[in-house]
């Protein structure tokens, strides 16, 4: 966008968002959970590109009046309707790069059905464990990074060790598309070894498995028209992401999830407590509202092990998501500086402040940094659209004409090679850091990372100087709303980069306001 445009629409990004929650609240079926599981409904950029043409048609309202236009280009066939049809705009609008997603859309049907079937009958091979149905059950919710189930990147070794001497407590892994194959399988032969993991595919019949799939067909059952936003009507960009399958594999764990938890009612077993790892996301909503309809008598808590991202508005419940029972009733903050922003979009929310599992680490005696002032450590976050920005805003700076070691970290979850087929030009001196996390970050003394990880407060508040690009408006909120100041600089333009390449002052900051440390009470809320 030119200067102008892209200021309108930042500040729009950032003041619009409680306006678009209600009126996503607004259009929400209370019980209905294909509609809450669908991407219009997540509120998540990832997946739904509502709330950017929301403030982008906003902006241009704003914009053209103004500055005399004679073409706009858009991406988007609908954006061009609103403008033309809805807003009548007299000028030349053409519609650039609006790809069709037919056969995309078909593959990721064929991709869903044939990994989720191979998980299926692969987890219902052999003997399945028997739980006593006297025991009254806490399941927890984990994803799996690693075939060696006692390292969990989630709750941390800890907790782990701690679950291995209860009876009653379990760990649910979840499977989805775009794990690779082979890691699945082995993954599931180490659950169906380790006493302390259940396969909830044990718990589904091919009946469940069958409608889980049948989501496809059923999502064409929510197109409607939908009330205006700010007198412009989104109907027609609501049923076009209704139609897409980009977030298919957590919609379809979501009634996985839903219909574990009505089997195992069926089957007569007992839930006292359900810890959900809570990133609001579809899987997360079939999981919450499964145990809020079949066990409302047993605690339901979301863990956000993570700390503050309000780029993802998805992680801050909405009122009528709360009372819809797709949330946990309580949701755990890892500090209590988190905890008025998960309260955004929903002042009732109940949250309690809990330990940060993963982030123990931070309150141990570290080694004292003994990085080179010339090396440069980018850090990712694991969420491609933001690597994919980082890297080429760090790439347009040219810092890599400099003579300067440049290291690049790998997020668990996204490894470079899927990041480059998005980057037109890859420097051969970014190298990619095979060490540890801590290990990469103390070989340097230039971090740069952006505001969508822990990573970054994780940084800043254990003493490390970040500079973040602003690429995201919202990049720059998170530390408002922390009220933080100090151990990091953000940057609008790439250009500024090479100058701020020194070292910088740093402060102290008390980790237990952002990470609380264990104590032998306070991890009683995990048992």
Request: with cysteine; hydrophobic share 35%.
């Amino acid at each position: 966008y030119t200067n102008n445009l892209k200021e309108i629409y930042f500040k729009n990004y950032k003041t619009l968002r409680k306006d678009f929650c209600k009126w996503i609240d607004k259009n929400g079926l209370i019980d209905n959970l294909d509609w809450w599981i669908s991407n219009p409904a997540s509120r998540n950029y990832n997946h739904s590109k509502l709330f950017h043409s929301f403030c982008l048609i906003e902006s241009l309202k704003e914009f053209l009046p103004k500055n005399e236009i004679s073409c706009v280009f858009v991406n988007d066939k609908n954006i061009r309707d609103v403008l033309k049809n809805q807003l009548k705009i007299k000028v030349n609008i053409s519609i650039k790069n609006n790809q069709n997603s037919s056969i995309k859309n078909f593959f990721a049907i064929f991709k869903n059905f044939f990994y989720f079937s191979i998980v299926y009958f692969l987890s219902n091979l052999g003997k399945k464990k028997e739980i006593d149905k006297n025991l009254n059950l806490v399941l927890i919710d984990t994803f799996l990074e690693d075939s060696n189930l006692s390292n969990n990147r989630f709750y941390g070794n800890k907790l782990f060790s701690l679950v291995l001497k209860k009876r009653n407590i379990f760990f649910i892994p979840t499977f989805y598309e775009g794990m690779n194959l082979i890691d699945t399988i082995q993954k599931i032969i180490n659950c169906k070894k380790n006493k302390k993991f259940l396969l909830k595919e044990n718990y589904l019949s091919l009946k469940d498995l069958f409608w889980s799939f049948s989501l496809v067909f059923r999502k064409n059952e929510l197109k409607n028209s939908f009330t205006k936003l700010k007198s412009i009507d989104y109907t027609n960009f609501i049923n076009e992401e209704l139609r897409l399958n980009n977030n298919l594999s957590g919609q379809i764990l979501a009634w996985q999830n839903f219909l574990f938890f009505k089997n195992l009612k069926k089957k007569n077993f007992k839930l006292s407590k359900s810890i959900n790892w809570f990133e609001n996301q579809p899987q997360d909503k079939g999981w919450n509202k499964g145990v809020r309809n079949y066990f409302p008598k047993a605690k339901s808590y979301g863990y956000q092990g993570f700390t503050y991202f309000p780029q993802y508005m998805c992680l801050s419940p909405t009122q009528r998501e709360y009372s819809s029972k797709v949330v946990p009733e309580i949701v755990l903050s890892i500090g209590k500086k988190f905890n008025n922003s998960k309260k955004e979009f929903c002042k009732s929310l109940k949250v309690k402040t809990s330990p940060a599992l993963n982030f123990q680490h931070l309150h141990k005696k570290q080694k004292k940094y003994f990085g080179k002032s010339e090396s440069i450590l980018i850090i990712l976050s694991g969420f491609i659209e933001d690597d994919v920005n980082l890297l080429n805003w760090v790439i347009q700076s040219n810092i890599h004409k400099e003579n300067r070691k440049i290291f690049i970290k790998e997020h668990p979850i996204l490894k470079i090679k899927k990041i480059k087929k998005f980057i037109n030009f890859f420097p051969s001196n970014y190298k990619i850091s095979k060490k540890d996390f801590w290990s990469s970050v103390n070989m340097s003394e230039n971090l740069i990372c952006s505001g969508s990880t822990s990573a970054t407060i994780e940084l800043i508040i254990s003493g490390r100087f970040c500079i973040i690009p602003k690429i995201n408006p919202l990049d720059e909120e998170i530390f408002k709303k922390l009220k933080m100041s100090k151990n990091f600089i953000i940057l609008k333009r790439s250009n500024e980069l090479p100058n701020h390449l020194k070292k910088n002052k740093i402060i102290n900051y008390n980790k237990q306001n952002y990470f609380m440390k264990i104590t032998k009470n306070n991890i009683k809320l995990f048992l």
